[in-house]
């Protein structure tokens, strides 16, 4: 590391030097630092050659607009930002905090056949998530980002049982957002959360309506639109990363079409099923040679 980084600007050198206190020991023995393009202009970038496994690739942060999610096996290649998203603490946990402006805990009862149920549900918004292809590097774009209730459910809730590390609560996920804006149209929202969270800039023209499904049924059974829609670099306008006055801390990731598969086939990933239709309609598509 420190070989390589003596071709590097002194900026670039310290803030390699500082990255190597959390980065894996595999990953900074074959490392080389380049710049690259992030919201951050100095942010070192390590590539490695090393093996390992598909999950590990998820369980380190990745930041800036060119990460790659896994390559072909059996070599993986790497690249990793330093991470632009603070890692939460100071965990607080309230069982009866009050109203909430996005969930309603509710309580129905009804009669099935001869039988009186009773039955707990959640009240809460649809919602819209995007299938971004990126043409020109021909990858699917996913956002990273910090989802109290799998940390929740990971560590609280299964305190003793899992292993807590910086990864932890993280998840990828597609482009996506509440169906709660009054007068937008659910593909109005869908083309703001492109341009928020990746910096891409789409139209509702762009967008293709892929399908509908419900999601938690036993709990929620709101209603989630998954769309399709293509970007190239002409229509890049930010850093994306989410709205900062909204607290958001999302990293933009590529995962390459060509690492799909395997992707789809690591059991260990943190991911909501959404993202897992959509990639496997993707697939099918394009095995199909449909047009998207």
């Known amino acids: 590391l420190a070989a390589a980084a003596a071709t590097a600007t002194a900026t670039t050198a310290t803030a ?26 100095f942010a070192p970038q390590f590539s490695s050659r090393a093996r390992v496994r598909p999950s590990n690739l998820l369980g380190v942060p990745f930041a800036g607009s060119s990460n790659e999610l896994a390559s072909s096996s059996p070599v993986r290649r790497l690249t990793m930002s330093a991470p632009k998203v603070p890692i939460p603490k100071d965990f607080e946990v309230d069982h009866s905090p009050g109203p909430s402006k996005y969930l309603k805990p509710t309580r129905i009862r009804f009669t099935q056949g001869e039988k009186r149920r009773t039955w707990d549900l959640v009240e809460s918004h649809d919602a819209v998530c995007i299938l971004v292809y990126h043409k020109e590097k021909d990858a699917i774009i996913l956002v990273r980002q910090f989802r109290p209730a799998v940390y929740y459910r990971d560590t609280i809730m ?6 807590v590390n910086q990864s932890t609560g993280f998840t990828l996920e597609l482009p996506a957002g509440l169906v709660d804006k009054d007068g937008k149209s659910r593909a109005q929202i869908a083309a703001e959360e492109v341009l928020e969270e990746t910096g891409y800039r789409v139209s509702t023209s762009d967008l293709k309506l892929v399908n509908k499904y419900r999601a938690s049924v036993g709990t929620m059974g709101s209603i989630h639109d998954v769309y399709y829609t293509e970007v190239n670099e002409s229509m890049r306008e930010g850093g994306g990363g989410g709205l900062e006055e909204d607290g958001e801390n999302i990293e933009v990731v590529f995962l390459p079409v060509r690492n799909i598969d395997a992707f789809l086939s690591d059991s260990e990933k943190v991911v909501p099923a959404g993202l897992l239709y959509a990639l496997q309609w993707f697939v099918s598509a394009k095995n199909k040679g449909s047009k998207l």
């Open 16 to 41: 390699a030097a500082a990255l190597t206190v959390n980065a894996p020991r595999a990953l900074l023995r074959s490392a080389r630092v380049s710049l690259v393009h992030s919201r951050f202009p």
């Open 158 to 163: 299964e305190e003793g049982k899992t292993k």
